[in-house]
């Protein structure tokens, strides 16, 4: 069977067209099951979801209790999800379903991940695009080249894989680089994302950013080095400024003058080390996040069709009402 895991927020008016389509394209699938999970939408998502619930018993639906934020949503969605394979893909349509039969015949063939790599992106702004790719190269860079580029969520994944992204309990979700970095047969299949379907992106620059830095930070103690080595730099250079300082002041008769350069100095250095304090910083607040061990999320309700079971294992992190 295959799992199809659709994470939603305020999605109401893709919803509908998001089930047509779906129900179009997965019938060359045998046996499927898609997996709403509203991430604490507060328009009339939910509403709607049970509407469609109503009608087709292939839809699952797990509502969390407030909106937890994308990564968390989709990782609900698996450890909901009771396929042999299982899908990731966005709500908004950006992400083809027609693609999915193509994912599932590369499954097949045996690869336990296939991503989707968007060769073409339609109707998004210049300015994210760029940073975008400035991201993956400066990730690809620092955190090893397994990360593909332009793949973002939509994929697909083995049962193993899903399984072993259960045992990853980390809390700053890069779901991304996770599925890479649990290795297995790793496949890519290229499309073209189109623009959304209806209403407004629902990642704002700060949400942006804040996945970028878990991308990066999860990934890699690169920055905190690039700290060290600044520092050894910098400890290097006024080893020589201070020699040269001596000479001139003890064998020379003129001695080194400057109030200017003395101010650029110390502010230099004070910038330098509150930089490095900052970068060590997120490193910290991570380690205390993870070590609070919280719960991903919290379900708030679940609907199932009545005559299919919950899954019976309970995974440590998955907190049922
Ligand atoms: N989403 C979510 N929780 C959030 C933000 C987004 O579940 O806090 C969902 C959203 O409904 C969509 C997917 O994540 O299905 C991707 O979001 P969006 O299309 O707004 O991101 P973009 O494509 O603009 O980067
Ligand atoms: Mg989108």
Redesign the pocket.
């Known amino acids: 069977m295959l799992s199809v895991v659709?994470?939603?927020?305020?999605?109401e008016d893709t919803l509908r067209e998001l089930h047509g389509r779906l129900s179009a394209a997965l019938p060359p699938v045998e046996a499927w099951e898609v997996v709403l999970?509203d991430?604490g939408s507060i328009d009339g998502s939910w509403e709607l979801m049970r509407e469609l619930a109503a009608v087709d018993v292939r839809l699952r639906l797990v509502r969390l209790s407030r909106?937890?934020?994308?990564q968390a949503?989709i990782t609900a969605g698996l450890e909901a999800s009771r396929g042999e394979a299982v899908v990731v893909i966005?709500?908004?349509l950006?992400d083809p379903p027609e693609l999915i039969p193509e994912l599932v015949s590369r499954w097949r063939d045996g690869y336990d991940v296939v991503y989707a790599v968007r060769s073409e992106r339609a109707g998004e702004n210049r300015i994210r695009l760029m940073s975008i790719s400035f991201f993956y190269k400066v990730l690809r860079r620092i955190a090893g080249n397994d990360i593909p580029a332009n793949a973002g969520d939509f994929r697909l994944v083995s049962r193993r894989v899903v399984d072993a992204l259960g045992t990853m309990p980390e809390r700053a979700r890069f779901l991304r680089g996770m599925t890479s970095w649990v290795g297995f047969r790793q496949t890519g299949v290229e499309y073209r994302r189109d623009p959304?379907y209806a209403g407004s992106?629902?990642?704002p620059p700060r949400?942006?950013l804040r996945l970028a830095l878990d991308g990066i930070v999860s990934f890699s103690t690169v920055p905190i080095k690039l700290v060290a080595w600044l520092g050894f730099a910098i400890v290097a250079f006024c080893l020589v400024v201070l020699g040269w300082t001596l000479y001139t002041r003890f064998f020379t008769h003129s001695a080194p003058q400057g109030w200017t350069s003395l101010l650029v100095v110390v502010l230099l250095l004070g910038g330098v080390q509150l930089l490095s304090l900052g970068i060590i910083g997120q490193y910290v607040a991570r380690i205390f996040d993870e070590v609070k061990e919280r719960p991903l999320y919290l379900v708030a309700e679940q609907v199932e069709t009545p005559r299919v079971e919950l899954p019976a294992d309970e995974s440590a992190f998955h907190a049922a009402p």
């Not at 659709?6 to 999605?11: D, T, W």
């Open positions: 659709v994470p939603v927020f305020n999605e999970v991430d909106n937890f934020g994308h949503a966005d709500a908004d950006q959304r992106s629902k990642y949400k942006l």
